[in-house]
C-alpha cells in the first residue's frame, strides 16, 4: 500500500478487514460463507509450524478414510 501512496495504520487496515468481512458475512446473495464441508480450523495463538501440524493431521485423517 506504501508503494502506492497510501499510508494507514496496521489498526485502519485490520478495521477495513473486519468491516469488509462482516458485509461480506451479512449480504443476502453471495454471503462469504464456509462450504459445508469445510474444515475450520482455529489458528489463534499457533505457530505457523502447530497450524502446518493440524493441516496435515486432516489431511491424513480424510486420506485414510478413503482408503
Do not use: F, W, Y
Not at 461480506?24 to 446473495?29: G, I, M, S
Not at 453471495?30 to 496435515?56: C, F, N, Y
Amino acid at each position: 500500500m506504501r508503494a502506492k501512496g497510501i499510508n494507514k495504520s496496521l489498526e485502519q487496515i485490520q478495521k477495513a478487514i473486519e468491516e469488509r468481512d462482516k458485509s461480506d458475512e451479512n449480504r443476502a446473495v453471495g454471503r462469504l460463507q464456509p462450504a459445508h464441508d469445510a474444515i475450520v480450523i482455529d489458528t489463534t495463538d499457533l505457530s505457523v509450524e502447530q497450524v502446518v501440524e493440524k493441516i496435515l493431521r486432516c489431511v491424513h485423517e480424510k486420506c485414510s478414510k478413503k482408503a
